[in-house]
């Protein structure tokens, strides 16, 4: 889940938990273009603040327009915007969208403070709604699942619902981390050596001094995971990206400027890897932005990262020119 909606689930806690009344908001279907995809949320309090998003702004207006005007809400409702093209530009919608709403009233009894607890220990959680008497029941979920709703129930994802591996604990990986931790992925971080574990003090990730070809392979990666290798140590890196291309990983990548990566290219032949599994490294790791500092060389492999997640053609290709020390390039490092 994106970090914007972990923020909604904590406000409305502390709204419940001072006894505030408030209403959460959820996109439960788009048509054409959305400015929020399904699943964002947005809670409103009885005072009207709002945190949270489900639009560009105008929809955000007419709901608590809405909920002032409504009373107290005791059952949760559907609502609709946009569905004519007069509405989608009365209330902003892009290209003649359509967005269907849940809009659900909150208590003691919504279970949002379990909720937080189990995202807290990392859990991916299914929350479903009873859309005619407002009960609510938690239970876990599948990596692959998405939001569901019939005529009586509304059933909703939240948690990290993708895996990051990252090899080292640099300060590449300190910056790859905490940015990852925010698109929705719960990140763990392979470090072998005490120098670099002891000074790590990343909230919210795993960290753990087993070797990386252990690590990998214990993690039983699927079709929802990413390995990304940044000790610059061969035999620390080698063996993770050993065991990460055979497995069904969306994305195994590795630091290092063109020259390295096609020496790592040749050493990995030598090993059980195939030349169709070293075809699948990223290395260089991330797209050319030109980056330089760890911050921006974390954007560059999380860009690289999404674009290949959503299927964009050439995702991670860097320019014909090599990258050198003057432009930079996360893949240009040595």
Sequence with gaps: MDNIDLDVL???????FAGQRCDLVTVIKTWGSSPRPIGALLAISGDGRVVGSVSGGCIEDDLIERMRGQGVRTIPEIVRYGASADEARR????CGGTIELAIEPLSQHSRIAELLQRL????????SLDLHTGAVTLGPAQADAALRISASVLTTLHGPRWRLLIIGAGPISRCLAQIAGAMDYRVSVCEPREEYRSGWQIGGVDLVSE???DFVLAAKLD???AVVALTHDPKLDDLALMEALKSDAFY???LGSRANNAKRRERLLEFDVSAQQVARLHGPIGLYIGSKTPAEIAISILAGMTAVKNGVAGAGNFPTRAPTPENGAAGGLA
């Design 120 to 127: 807290e220990r990392g859990e991916l959680v299914e929350r």
């Design 10 to 16: 904590k406000t409305s806690a502390s709204w419940i």
């Design 252 to 254: 195994v990548g590795a």
């Design 211 to 213: 070797m990386p070809d």
């Design 91 to 94: 209330f902003g919608l892009p």
């Design 223 to 225: 079709r929802r995971s």
